[in-house]
T-cell receptor, first 113, second 114 residues
Framework: EAGVTQFPSHSVIEKGQTVTLRCDPI?????LYWYRRVMGKEIKFLLH????????ESGMPNNRFLAERTGGTYSTLKVQPAELEDSGVYFC???????????FGEGSWLTVV | QKEVEQDPGPLSVPEGAIVSLNCTYS??????FMWYRQYSRKGPELLMY????GNKEDGRFTAQVDKSSKYISLFIRDSQPSDSATYLC??????????????FGRGTQLTVWP
């Protein structure tokens, strides 16, 4: 069974540009999460989808970040315009249900220069 | 004050040693406690999962939770070079839809040398 897959694995963009990260959760997992780790800090929660609905987006840092999950399958996280402080690793995770094991992807490494 | 405190290390031990990793937390609402292992350039992988206070053992790994002290531990017995990784503690308040919102420590980098 395929795990959580993320694309791209690495991205280097200039300040002010737009980047879109994609996450494919484990098949059948209704719950999808985005987390982020910036350099030297802990992994922090961004938001939680249940199917296509945003269950909790209280961790989104500001309105430059937009997450979508059309059709309740894959999800995208768009950063527009990117700032230097957005550099870090963006993890996607999924679980079959709330309370079930949360499986993480390998992350999308974003560098804003 | 951070929600979860974890000494980032690094921690270096010889093969066969007993490793003790710890986290403290401030939010008394946390009820679910997890340890994740993360190899370099990989995603976190769930290692142990504990609900409320108590101990849980799985092979060479033992997780302990002391809610009265807001302190959790992970012990690794007979450590192996393959255990070299970053160990992350994570916890959740576990109330309804927020159960999936995990609060992580910064991670402890462990190296087990042969």
């Amino acid at each position: 069974e395929a795990g959580v897959t993320q694309f791209p694995s690495h991205s280097v963009i200039e300040k002010g540009q737009t980047v879109t990260l994609r996450c494919d959760p484990i098949s059948g997992h209704d719950n999808l999460y985005w987390y982020r780790r910036v350099m030297g800090k802990e992994i922090k929660f961004l938001l939680h989808f249940v199917k296509e609905s945003k269950q909790d987006e209280s961790g989104m840092p500001n309105n430059r970040f937009l997450a979508e999950r059309t059709g309740g399958t894959y999800s995208t996280l768009k950063v527009q315009p990117a700032e230097l402080e957005d550099s870090g690793v963006y993890f996607c995770a999924s679980s079959a249900g709330i309370g079930n094991t949360i499986y993480f992807g390998e992350g999308s490494w974003l560098t804003v220069v | 004050q951070k929600e979860v405190e974890q000494d980032p290390g690094p921690l270096s031990v010889p093969e066969g040693a007993i490793v003790s990793l710890n986290c403290t937390y401030s939010n008394s609402a946390f009820q679910y406690f997890m340890w994740y292992r993360q190899y370099s350039r990989k995603g976190p992988e769930l290692l142990m999962y504990t609900y409320s206070s108590g101990n849980k053992e799985d092979g060479r790994f033992t997780a302990q939770v002391d809610k009265s002290s807001k302190y959790i531990s992970l012990f690794i017995r007979d450590s192996q070079p393959s255990d070299s990784a970053t160990y992350l503690c994570a916890m959740s308040a576990g109330r309804g839809s927020t159960l999936g919102r995990l609060y992580f420590g910064r991670g402890t980098q462990l190296t087990v040398w042969p």
